[in-house]
């Protein structure tokens, strides 16, 4: 790299980093306690972010987040540190909150403002045009969604060493043809978006407050909203939320509400929070929260149901634990059909060693599972079971996936470039593989569904039976898009946003319609 494209690239990471008007943020609930605003968004994660940056254009917001702010935080903002925040958790206020599934399996979730877009890999791509049609979505808004949170968040990733062997590792498994630099999910081998600038520096969707109008959102940190709270009169109609500190200090409750008229409550908690807030508010199945003795409000049954989480299979390919830079993914091999993910990282192992990861994920596994209540306190985890690998069509994809991460792994660029020539021998016959598959199956973080489009909400996102109420969110999903959700749950928040600004306007021009007086007939000219 030339001095002046250095120095280039440093100017360029500072003025990313100055100048951006951020929205009031707080962690005192007393602040907040009693007032009202136009939007309640629970949920400072990927959509919430830029749903809340979008209606702030015209209305006030108030974001009420579980965890604190990513600002400042090394273990966020800092590419060095990738994957150090998954070895650090605690009950309350880690920014990373482990769970782990009944299945047996570890599992994280994002507990900052940023939601996971702090915690993950950072790799930015987005849907394919076939998921984007079978959501019914419009392809113009969803290509303009994109392109805003782009513009903002996403950049062009200079590929490191070992991300440039892998690549080439994938071409010789197969995944052709070579895409080079693309954000679109294509067939074949590429290089995708980061969240990482070129300085190492994360920028989390909690960038995207700044870019709506800043004046007009609050955010309330360190909160976890306990329910919603319905109207006394009409049972089924959001008009607030009760909320608590989430760091176990208090079980004490607050309260904000919607403005009378056209106020809303929209949940963008996860995959894990929004039915868990549902339930928690009295929206689900009968017989379970009668169980937790919580009252009913609505008997809707799909709350918690089509919970998945991609089956995926990791081979470490070094041959023991060094101390290596630490490396997100920044290729991806697609295959045909979009059937299989495969993707490379340096992890750490601990604070001192590192591994080298080559994992793939079944893209649109068969197996689902289902969410309950494992306790009434919000500030635990619910209990969720995603019967990985269940359905024979998984065990069988499996498989498949699993001969190809081994082409990979031993593909010549890979083993020259680790010195691994000398491998153990391929895994063999069917029930040799079935076993391997059933040993070793992992998540790949990429866990949806609870509360689904068509069963939970419907096309507008609204709870089904249940006024100002919306959920949006990977939770709403029945299949995670593209190579990963993150690119796609940051478009969704700004798309539905932009419908919902678009929705108002319609309203305030029918009211307006409806409240002016009638013209007089119109007097014959003379």
């Not at 599992?107 to 877009?117: A, D, I, K, P, Q």
Request: charged share 25%; hydrophobic share 35%; with cysteine.
């Amino acid at each position: 790299m030339s001095p002046l494209v250095f120095i280039f690239i440093i100017y360029m990471c500072i003025n990313l980093s100055q100048g951006m008007q951020m929205p009031y943020m707080t962690s005192d609930p007393k602040e907040i306690s009693g007032k009202s605003f136009d939007y309640i968004i629970v949920g400072g994660g990927t959509a919430g972010c830029s749903l809340a940056a979008t209606l702030s254009e015209k209305f006030s917001v108030l974001v009420i987040e579980r965890g604190g702010s990513p600002y400042g935080d090394p273990l966020v903002e800092e590419r060095q540190y990738f994957g150090y925040s998954l070895l650090q958790t605690d009950d309350y206020s880690s920014v990373a909150q482990s769970f782990t599934s009944r299945d047996g399996i570890e599992n994280y979730r994002g507990r900052v403002l940023g939601g996971s877009s702090a915690i993950n890999g950072g790799f930015y791509s987005r849907a394919s045009e076939e998921f984007v049609k079978k959501a019914g979505w419009d392809k113009d808004l969803v290509q303009d969604s994109y392109k805003w949170v782009e513009s903002k968040v996403v950049f062009m990733p200079q590929l490191t060493q070992w991300q440039s062997v892998v690549q080439f590792g994938f071409l010789e498994a197969g995944f052709y043809p070579y895409n080079g630099y693309n954000l679109e999910h294509t067939q074949g081998t590429k290089i995708g978006g980061s969240i990482y600038d070129q300085c190492g520096k994360r920028h989390t969707s909690a960038d995207l407050l700044g870019h709506g109008k800043p004046s007009c959102i609050t955010v309330l940190l360190n909160a976890t909203v306990k329910s919603v709270i319905f109207d006394g009169n009409n049972k089924t109609r959001a008009v607030g939320v009760r909320f608590m500190k989430s760091d176990g200090s208090s079980s004490k409750s607050y309260k904000a509400h919607v403005e009378k008229h056209r106020g809303e409550v929209i949940l963008a908690a996860g995959a894990l929070g929004s039915p868990q807030i549902l339930l928690l508010s009295g929206i689900g199945p009968e017989n379970h929260l009668r169980d937790l003795d919580i009252p009913v409000i609505l008997n809707l049954k799909e709350v918690g149901r089509k919970m998945s989480d991609n089956p995926g299979i990791s081979l470490l390919v070094d041959r023991f634990s060094q101390n290596r830079t630490l490396e997100p993914p920044q290729v991806a091999a697609i295959a045909e059909g979009y059937k299989f993910i495969l993707e490379s990282e340096v992890l750490p192992t601990n604070f001192t060693t590192t591994r080298i990861s080559i994992a793939a994920k079944i893209a649109f596994p068969k197996s689902k599972g289902r969410l309950k209540l494992s306790s009434t306190d919000p500030r635990e985890n619910p209990s969720v079971k995603f019967n990985y690998l269940e359905r024979e069509e998984d065990l069988d994809a499996c498989l498949e996936m699993v001969l190809l991460l081994q082409h990979v792994a031993r593909s010549e660029t890979v083993t020259f470039f680790l010195g691994t020539q000398n491998q153990e021998k391929l895994l063999g016959g069917d029930e040799e593989l079935k076993s391997f598959c059933k040993e070793n199956v992992r998540t790949y973080y990429h866990y949806h569904g609870g509360c689904v489009v068509g069963s939970v909400v419907d096309e507008d996102y609204r709870v089904n039976g249940v006024k100002r109420l919306r959920v949006v969110d990977g939770s709403t999903f029945e299949e995670s898009p593209g190579t990963n959700p993150m690119a796609t749950v940051l478009m969704l928040g700004r798309y539905q946003g932009i419908k919902i600004l678009r929705e108002r306007e319609t309203e305030k021009d029918e009211d307006e319609r409806i409240q002016s007086p009638q013209g007089s007939p119109q007097q014959p000219q003379p």
